[in-house]
């Protein structure tokens, strides 16, 4: 089976219309307002770690996958990145049973070793399968980082992720709608990570809980895709559901000529429906927040959730100085399970290994950022670094580039994509105590390892770390 290259024709926005209000009444299968309401899905993909218990239940049913060719399934999660054999025997079980149900289900896989594998996130843009006005959706949390393109992309439970093979089609409470407006732009330094970590720092990983968030100004409209997607997947760990930003010249660049997006004639009448695709600008939201992207500077996580950042020049906050009993309590037990002190100036704080990748941060340019700080320098001595790239194809351009000769020569270990030391579900993973400066976008207990401590920071702030052994911005190294 193969894949179908189409692109989804939802009209422009009206003036006071939302983008995702816009998307949603489009794609409701029954338009009228029902709670929950059946989406039509126009891109379900699929990886190992939540779909065996989707497959054996359409089995169960004796139901067939309605829409292979609007379906993809990745390998991801729990393949290995130093060898393309899976010894681990939980993750080759995994693996297999993904391989025999895209087999007998006509089902397009993206198997470990194939020249497009990678993490779902990162492949399904990389094949411009993810298209403005599309509705996406998988059986993973961070699918929120698609909305970058423009596309109403969100993660779904397994229960769903049967739902949508055998009917392509979803039903959803809907969310509320949010807006986060970013005024002025990012300062030299700072990037499309810190700048969600800072937001996270002022809202709370709770902050936007429920919420389609649609991120406008001039900061967004400066980023590349990648940066979009670093801004959209963590989206989802400010508690939103999903991340969404309007298309414009940047995402078009991107698509032009990649092997799904539309092209010839097509082309121009895709572009012609995507022009449109933005809130009219007395659009009402819920919910808005405005925030000065001016003033953000390289963040690091101290805590076990990602809104426990602060400024990487910062110390370890003192627990007894917030206000909020609950909050204190979370400050307290954090600290305990991360071994820091209050006060610490979080630039001593030494790191034994290195994480640079995942879904979040695994992407070409987050490895030229990091390999521009390690060119002609070295990894501290008692740290070690893993570059883990996001997909076959990224893996490839940073080959072109020499940018894996500039990791080894930094005495950094470059792998093979995949989730890798992100979620420690496929031999990669810190071990008890171990401290890791890591590029992905959860922290929580036991995330990178049982008792693994977890800091979260940009590629060059990782690259940065790496070569000074302890937690440091490029600026100082
Ligand atoms: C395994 C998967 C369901 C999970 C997710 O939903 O995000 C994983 O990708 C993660 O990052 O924790
Ligand atoms: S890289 Fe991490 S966050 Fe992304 S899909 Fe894989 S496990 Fe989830």
Redesign the pocket.
């Known amino acids: 089976m193969t894949l179908s290259t189409t692109f989804s024709t939802t009209g422009p926005t009206t003036g006071s219309t939302t983008l995702f209000e816009h998307l949603w009444n489009r794609h409701l299968v029954v338009p009228q307002e029902s709670d929950p309401a059946l989406l039509y899905v126009d891109l379900h993909l699929v990886?190992e770690a939540s779909s065996p218990q989707a497959f054996e239940g359409l089995r169960l049913a004796g139901r067939r996958v309605r829409r292979p060719d609007l379906t993809l399934a990745v390998e991801?999660?729990n393949v290995p990145t130093d060898s393309t054999v899976i010894r681990n025997e939980l993750s080759r079980k995994q693996v297999e049973a993904l391989r025999a149900n895209c087999a007998e289900q006509g089902v397009t896989l993206l198997r470990l070793g194939n020249s497009r594998q990678g993490?779902?996130?990162v492949v399904a843009p990389e094949l411009g399968l993810v298209q403005p006005g599309m509705t996406v959706v998988c059986g993973?949390?961070?699918t929120s980082t698609l909305g970058a393109f423009g596309a109403l992309a969100f993660g779904i439970g397994t229960s769903d992720v049967e739902h949508v093979l055998a009917t392509q089609s979803i039903s959803l409470a809907k969310p509320l709608s949010m807006a986060v407006d970013f005024t002025g732009t990012l300062p030299r330094g700072a990037t499309a990570k810190d700048l969600m970590l800072a937001l996270m720092a002022r809202i709370g990983a709770n902050g936007a809980r429920g919420c389609v968030v649609e991120y406008r100004g001039e900061a967004v409209e400066r980023l590349s895709m990648e940066g979009r997607m670093t801004v959209c997947?963590l989206t989802v760990e400010a508690g939103a559901r999903a991340g969404l930003i309007a298309p414009d010249e940047t995402t078009f660049r991107y698509l032009e000529g990649r092997p799904h997006s539309p092209a010839g004639a097509h082309w121009e009448q895709a572009l012609d429906q995507w022009r449109g695709l933005r809130s009219g600008p007395d659009a009402p939201f819920d919910r808005r927040l405005e925030f000065d992207a001016s003033t953000v500077v390289p963040y690091v996580t101290w805590g076990t959730n990602p809104g426990q950042a602060v400024p990487i020049d910062a110390a370890v906050p003192d627990p007894g100085e917030l206000a909020d009993p609950a909050a204190r309590a979370a400050a307290e037990k954090a600290l305990r399970y991360m071994d820091l002190r209050p006060g610490t100036p979080m630039r001593e704080v030494r790191i034994d290994t290195v994480f640079l990748?995942?879904?979040?941060n695994?992407r070409i340019e987050d490895l030229r950022e990091a390999a521009e700080v390690l060119r002609g320098r070295t990894v501290a001595a008692h740290t070690t670094m893993l570059v883990v790239p996001g997909s076959m194809a990224v893996r490839r351009q940073a080959e072109r580039e020499g940018l894996h000769e500039v990791f080894q020569q930094a005495g950094a270990e470059w792998r093979l994509p995949g989730?890798?030391m992100?979620?420690a579900i496929n031999g990669d993973q810190a071990s008890p105590g171990e401290r890791v400066a890591s590029t992905?976008?959860?922290n929580y207990e036991g995330r990178q390892g049982a008792k693994a401590r977890t800091h979260l920071v940009s590629p060059a702030t990782a690259a940065a770390t790496a070569v000074s052994g302890r937690i440091a911005a490029p600026d100082e190294i």
């Open positions: 990886h991801d999660h993490i779902v996130h993973d949390s961070h997947n990748g995942s879904c979040t695994g989730c890798s992100c979620v992905s976008n959860r």
